[in-house]
């Protein structure tokens, strides 16, 4: 089991940009993929971006893709998502998740408490 904390979520105008954080925890964390999700109200939640543990992989949603930017330090068992160009339509809470690989990201066993990301216009 990994345990996941995220944070760096919070309040930024249109244009601006955020970087999440989410700090893994647990027996052999390091060697999860690690993905970024978002939920916002009355939406289903949807996986935005996933990087392989080597980090040599990476997939994005296609409407985020040249916007943001999902990278991770091993040593630091952190996953990072940059953020730039953020627009309302961002507005949502932030998830991070851990699965064996990047395939099965959308039904990953582990998450985190979710941060929330407001961008107001």
């Known amino acids: 089991q990994v345990q996941l904390v995220e944070s760096g979520g919070g309040l930024v105008q249109a244009g601006g940009s955020l970087r999440l954080s989410c700090a893994a925890s647990?027996?052999?964390?390091?060697?999860?993929?690690m993905g970024w999700f978002r939920q916002a109200p009355g939406k289903e939640r949807e996986l935005l971006a996933a990087?392989?543990?080597?980090?040599?992989?990476?997939y994005y949603l296609e409407s985020v893709k040249g916007r943001f930017t999902i990278s991770r330090d091993n040593a630091k068992n952190t996953v990072y998502l940059q953020m730039n160009s953020l627009k309302s339509d961002d507005t949502a809470v932030y998830f991070c998740?851990?699965?064996?690989?990047?395939?099965?990201?959308?039904?990953?066993?582990?998450w985190g408490q979710g941060t929330q990301v407001t961008v107001s216009s």
């Open positions: 998740a851990a699965s064996r690989q990047i395939a099965t990201m959308t039904i990953a066993n582990n």
């Open positions: 647990g027996r052999a964390s390091g060697t999860y993929a």
């Open positions: 990087i392989s543990w080597s980090g040599s992989v990476t």
